[in-house]
């Protein structure tokens, strides 16, 4: 993970300043976290666990030396999300680990929608490099890289995604268009109870992503008003039809008669188009983007962190001590090196 920060921060170096910044969503952590004690023996995990858990997060990833900038759902965020109903009230877990990640050195902020389209946006609009997540749909929103959540059991070895590499790839071919007919096709988050299109898996989406379907798509929702969205839908909507049913331009496997009639009459729902395609961002009706300037490398605050142990974990002055040297201290020393390494960069400049 660290070398792969330097080689993001320093010669891939995205925003001329020498530190890569990675983007993450912070609801996700915190679901995470409380998964794991979702049990009757939460009450043997010892003081306050979930917050216990999310401290080793925010360890490991300091130890890459990334800045980390962390983005809470907003009030405006989808009412409905994997068919399930959105609680809007801020998750109990969200106050405890603003002050974990400002102790850590870390910065946070929470979007006007949804997490996942704001951090898509921040790296489309080049203002943090990476996003961490193990969700692929950040790719329908028009995020350009993503890590891969990471590996407990392979903690040093992260992939990294692009659009570019993905849309280059002969066999895949997929850009912003095509993600989105993908998600529509075979499922995403805004799903009402029926998951995309019965009986299509990705092997047929691919297929007619490759066609162009997804494209078209794409650019009749940027373009087209929503009354006149319906109209291009119906006959959008034969094409895959007569595509699916005669396999005319060779991309799919075979040909699907009976998948081409189930195509019901409402497909795509206008809703969920524009969901993921004009998402509520910082950048929605006429908004600013976060002062991303001041998202520059810094090392924990140690005695206000120590303090925080003992008082939410219950940890000695021996077992933070024992605690940090095993998981800060390598992190703080390399994140040191980094930052003069930056600031002799920027010396260079003037």
């Not at 102790?103 to 979007?111: H, Q, V």
């Amino acid at each position: 993970f660290p070398p792969a920060c330097i080689e993001e921060g320093f010669r891939a170096n995205r925003r001329n300043t020498g530190v890569v910044v990675i983007g993450v969503d912070a609801s996700v952590w915190m679901v995470q976290c409380q998964a794991v004690f979702w049990n009757p023996r939460h009450a043997q995990a010892g003081q306050n666990p979930e917050l216990r858990t999310l401290f080793y997060k925010l360890a490991h990833l300091g130890a890459s030396g990334a800045v980390a900038v962390f983005v809470f759902d907003g009030a405006k965020r989808p009412s409905v999300k994997r068919n399930t109903k959105v609680i809007k009230k801020p998750h109990w877990l969200t106050a405890e680990f603003q002050k974990m990640i400002a102790l850590f050195g870390f910065y946070s902020y929470t979007a006007e929608g949804e997490a996942e389209a704001e951090l898509a946006a921040l790296n489309r609009f080049r203002l943090i490099d990476l996003i961490l997540t193990s969700d692929n749909d950040v790719f329908v929103f028009g995020a350009t890289h993503m890590i891969r959540g990471l590996n407990k059991d392979a903690p040093d070895e992260i992939k990294i995604y692009t659009s570019k590499a993905i849309e280059d790839k002969p066999s895949l071919g997929i850009k912003l268009g095509g993600f989105l007919l993908i998600v529509l096709l075979c499922g995403g988050d805004y799903d009402t109870p029926q998951v995309g299109l019965q009986k299509c898996g990705i092997k047929i989406a691919l297929g007619l992503v490759r066609c162009g379907f997804g494209d078209t798509l794409l650019a009749a929702a940027q373009t087209l008003s929503r009354e006149a969205l319906p109209d291009f839908f119906a006959t959008w909507r034969e094409e895959i039809r007569s595509e699916l049913a005669t396999n005319s331009r060779g991309y799919l496997p075979g040909k699907y008669r009976a998948l081409a009639g189930s195509i019901p009459s409402d497909f795509p729902d206008i809703n969920i188009v524009f969901l993921y395609v004009q998402p509520v961002t910082s950048w929605s009706n006429g908004g600013t983007a976060p002062d991303s300037s001041k998202w520059i490398g810094r090392v924990p605050e140690l005695p206000g962190l120590a303090l925080y142990c003992a008082t939410k974990f219950g940890w000695t002055s021996v077992e933070i001590n024992s605690k940090f040297k095993k998981l800060l201290f390598d992190g703080i020393y390399f994140r040191r090196l980094l930052m003069v390494s930056v600031s002799r960069l920027h010396a260079q400049r003037i």
